[in-house]
């Protein structure tokens, strides 16, 4: 990643040059013959009060469209995620099996998607459909063209006063170009040396002026291939643990399996040939230690169209009238659960077996080859993403203030494709059902030949279907703000800024009708979930010159929400100081509070059900005295069911933030920063992970603690199966979730960053620039009077806690070459018991100008093929959503400028 800190002081008053066509890195450089020219005024993430210096109160990390090229970034998220503010684990599209495959977020100081606002154009978009995790909302990264991008500001720590709700660990503002001439056509094509995961990508980026008419639009077109757990041989089969069965016959009354026996053999073929007999404690069953990973995409495949377009049109010398448009389109498909059966598993999933008069349970897991492949079992997705914004902009006449008066609309909807087992799935293996007996228990009198045959596709599809579910969220503000000089103190004149806003926003996911109707094999009932609110804001801001060398930014917001037949309003304030003693050196400071309203799908989610792909039983894990890795309990797929419900009585979240910092430039070719951040949130609303419950369950069980809060609360939250049951005693039945305002979280660290840039005569210009973040403290608790947890010490916080990001770019003659290293801080391994080692992974890239129209570059990620391990928790031996299993990553990329 390539990230650049710029420093314009405005005693300096320098301005930015293009350093030529060989060296774009160079774009945002100081120009030293050209200090005492004023630097234009623009307005940047953080303010509304335009200024002639990116650095200010707060820190401000700019990202640049050629930065994203630079460093072989595939997309705007992944520059984004690479960010070293970028601390959070989250669950993306890769990370397997998450409600939201189909997008991308990120996590700005580890304090969730939910608590970093992201903004298009300085304008809000909907949020993605989908919750993630299945609670929080937030926005998809993945719709945005990144050839339009101008670049990207990030702005650390809380913005409310500015921007309204969200905007607590951070704003994401995404600047696309305003202007182009002729059309420039890039295609980039990459692959990867250990196989799969290829991509392919064309961009078309133009524009022109029709007098007063500037017009601009991009196209891009992406297809990535998928990348499945079996094109890795580390992790293409499960190993040092009993293979997942197949094929499966136990008695229910004695807990041991009903020998198969010969049916292993005639089904040998199936999962690459990796079907076998395995005998163990409780008997035989075919099983392959294949079997979860064939089912299971380590990459999604994706394909996807964007298309943007804007105008702009001088209808006078005072007035502007704008006008952009953006559409995405997604089609993305993944496999993390292949098609399993177990008897009667809409009841006990056990059944009375009247040929052998006992009590059974029988499983089946149908390979590929039985169905006509893997990908036959694949979810999918149809995403459609889509903003339109329009208004005028410019000078009120008469005076020197400027205006924009705008309406935006943003809208996503998103349809899945669940391939699902017909409930005639029971009556396919084991015949038709016989009654129940006293206690309610199916009764059959099955064939075992039904079970150990192998399926045609033709018979796959007649006990299985797919179930469509159309999802929806939308956002439409109306907008009004101005900016201009108040009146004039002996230090300056001090500008304001105001703002009014107007939306509503709403959401509804729509299940497949079908799954509440019998057609499909589930008892649980999906419920339909919709909610809207509506919002209402004023704010003001202002920047005062106290002395020469002192500034004061002041802001205030009230932002007022309605919802669930009840009102929220908070009033939020930012206050932050510039001293500039020196030429060279800034010092700053701020303090801000913020808030977050509760996101809708907290508000107004429907009891929802469902299940995990995976579960790891710690408990049941620590009482057999297991090794997570080594558990046979561990990374049990199908895993646990949940339940889960919204509150319509949860309150807003309250934050509060604040940042010491200095700036020193001594000259154009050199620049430092250093800065402390400190973030507060209090009535967190959360719902915790079923595996931070699940862990936290079998700490509270095996220490005999049931009382304290938070145990307590989480055994409740755990519900078993009685140990005397007579199928599957003391496993998990189900996982209860809700969201609750109870938790609190603090967390601090330092951001640093430098440029340094050398220019030679013979040599070229060389230019080293360096980032690096550090958590100093996070803490935490569940819930008031819960003993505060060292989060950074907590070996169930899968959170970096540092990065570093350095490059080095040498650009001579026509030639522009990067190394870009990355150093990822400790994170804890798989099974929560130790730290793994810090990682530096290199990337480097080429860029050659054939001529003024056509550069050709080549880029590699991953230089040396690294791949980290982690085989403490099992498979997939290595750190899920830390790091990838893709290893290096190749493209070779072609761009060509159509007209003048």
């Known amino acids: 990643m390539k990230t650049q800190f710029e420093l314009k002081p405005l005693a300096a008053g320098a301005i930015a040059l293009l350093c030529g066509a060989a060296a774009p890195a160079l774009a945002q450089a100081q120009d ?18 335009p200024r002639a210096s990116l650095e200010g109160p707060s820190p401000v990390t700019v990202v640049t469209g050629e930065d994203i090229t630079r460093q072989g970034y595939k997309n705007v998220f992944d520059a984004l995620s690479n960010l070293t503010q970028n601390s959070g684990f989250t669950q993306g599209a890769d990370y397997g099996n998450t409600f939201t495959p189909s997008a991308n977020t990120i996590s700005l100081r580890g304090l969730g998607p939910n608590h970093t606002l992201v903004l298009l154009n300085g304008r809000r978009m909907a949020d993605f459909p989908i919750a993630y995790e299945g609670t929080v909302n937030f926005t998809n990264l993945a719709n945005i063209p990144s050839g339009v991008v101008e670049r990207i500001e990030i702005l650390s720590g809380g913005a409310s006063a500015v921007y309204g709700s969200d905007a607590i660990a951070g704003v994401v503002n995404i600047i696309l170009k305003k202007q182009a001439e002729g059309v420039d056509v890039n295609v980039k094509v990459g692959g990867t040396s250990r196989g799969g995961g290829g991509d392919q990508r064309l961009q078309l980026t133009g524009g022109q002026s029709f007098g007063k008419l500037n017009t601009l639009f991009s196209a891009e077109f992406l297809e990535r291939d998928p990348l499945w757990s079996r094109d890795r041989e580390f992790m293409s089969a499960k190993t040092g643990v009993a293979p997942t069965s197949l094929l499966g016959r136990k008695n229910v009354n004695t807990g041991k399996y009903v020998d198969p026996g010969e049916a292993c053999v005639s089904l040998g073929d ?19 230690g294949k079997v979860g990973p064939t089912y299971w995409t380590t990459q999604t495949k994706n394909s996807s169209q964007n298309l943007f377009g804007s105008a702009n049109y001088e209808l006078s010398a005072d007035t502007t009238l704008f006008a952009e448009a953006l559409l995405g389109q997604n089609r993305s498909a993944n496999n993390t659960r292949g098609p399993s059966w177990t008897s009667a598993s809409t009841a006990d999933s056990y059944f009375w077996n009247k040929n052998s008069g006992t009590y059974e349970a029988w499983n089946r897991y149908i390979a590929p080859e039985e169905i006509g492949g893997v990908q036959r079992y694949n979810r999918s997705w149809d995403d ?17 203030w400027q205006y924009e008066a705008a309406y935006t609309a943003s809208q996503y909807k998103s349809e899945s494709h669940t391939p699902r087992a017909l409930s005639n799935i029971d ?45 929806k969220s939308w956002t439409n503000t109306a907008s009004i703000s101005a900016n201009g000089e108040a009146f004039q103190l002996p230090a300056g004149p001090v500008k304001l800024a105001a703002v009014a806003e107007v939306g509503k926003q709403g959401f509804s996911n729509t299940p497949d009708p079908r799954i509440n109707q019998g057609y499909f094999n589930t008892v649980t009932p999906s419920d339909v979930t919709a909610g809207t609110r509506k919002r209402y804001a004023v704010g003001l801001e202002a920047n005062v010159p106290l002395l020469q060398k002192l500034d004061a930014t002041l802001a205030g917001r009230y932002d007022r929400y309605s919802f669930a037949g009840r009102n929220d309003g908070k009033l939020t304030y930012n206050a932050g100081l510039e001293w500039r003693p020196a030429t060279q050196l800034l010092v700053r400071g701020n303090h801000s509070t913020s808030f977050r309203a509760p996101d809708m799908n ?43 419900s919204g509150s319509k009585d949860l309150r807003s979240e ?24 400190n973030i507060k949130i209090d009535d967190l609303v959360t719902n915790l992970s079923a ?54 979280t603090s967390v601090s660290g330092i951001d640093i960053s430098g440029k340094y840039v050398l220019r030679t005569q013979a040599y070229g210009v060389w230019i080293a620039k360096g980032a690096y973040s550090k958590t100093l403290n996070k803490k935490s608790r569940q819930f008031s009077g819960d003993e505060l947890i060292d989060d950074l010490e907590d070996l169930g916080n899968a959170d970096w806690r540092d990065k570093l990001n350095a490059s080095l770019t040498w650009n001579v003659a026509d030639w522009s070459s990067t190394l870009f290293l990355q150093r990822y801080g400790k994170v804890p391994n798989g099974a929560g018991t130790a730290f793994l080692s810090p990682t530096t992974l290199a990337n480097a890239s080429i860029v050659y100008r054939l001529n003024q129209r056509a550069t050709v570059s080549v880029a590699v990620n991953n230089l040396f093929n690294k791949v980290k391990a982690d085989t403490s928790g099992g498979w997939p031996y290595y750190p899920v959503g830390n790091y990838n299993p893709t290893g290096r990553q190749g493209w070779v990329e072609l761009n060509y400028h159509f007209g003048s």
């Open 427 to 471: 009556s396919f293996f084991l015949g038709p059902k016989l009654g129940v007996d006293a206690d309610g228990v199916a009764i059959y009198a099955p064939d075992p030949a039904r079970l150990t045959r192998r399926l045609t596709p033709a018979e796959f599809d007649s006990i299985t279907g797919t179930s469509v579910s159309n999802d």
């Open 691 to 744: 595996d931070k419950l699940l862990r936290d369950e079998a700490h509270c069980r095996t220490t005999n603690d049931l009382t304290s809060p938070t145990c307590a609360d989480t055994i409740a939250r755990v519900v078993r199966n009685p140990l005397t049951a007579l199928n599957k005693p003391g496993e998990i039945r189900q996982i209860r979730v809700s969201p609750i305002n109870a938790a609190s």
């Open 32 to 49: 030293a013959a050209a200090v005492t020219a004023a630097p234009p005024a623009v307005v940047v993430t953080g303010s509304r009060i």
């Open 384 to 400: 459609q993403a889509s903003s339109i914004a329009f208004g005028a902009k410019g000078r009120i006449p008469g005076t020197g």
């Open 270 to 288: 199936l999962f690459e040939g990796s079907t076998v007999k395995y005998t163990g404690k409780a008997g035989s069953y075919c099983g392959s």
């Open 602 to 644: 907290y508000i107004f989610k429907a009891r929802g059900t469902g299940y995990y792909s995976s579960t790891t039983d710690y408990y049941r894990c620590a009482k057999a005295v297991q090794p997570v890795e080594q558990c046979e309990f561990a990374n049990v797929s199908p895993g646990a069911d949940y339940e889960q």
């Open 654 to 677: 309250k934050g509060r933030s604040s940042g010491l910092g200095a700036v020193w430039s001594p000259s154009a070719n050199f620049d430092l920063t250093l800065d402390y951040w």
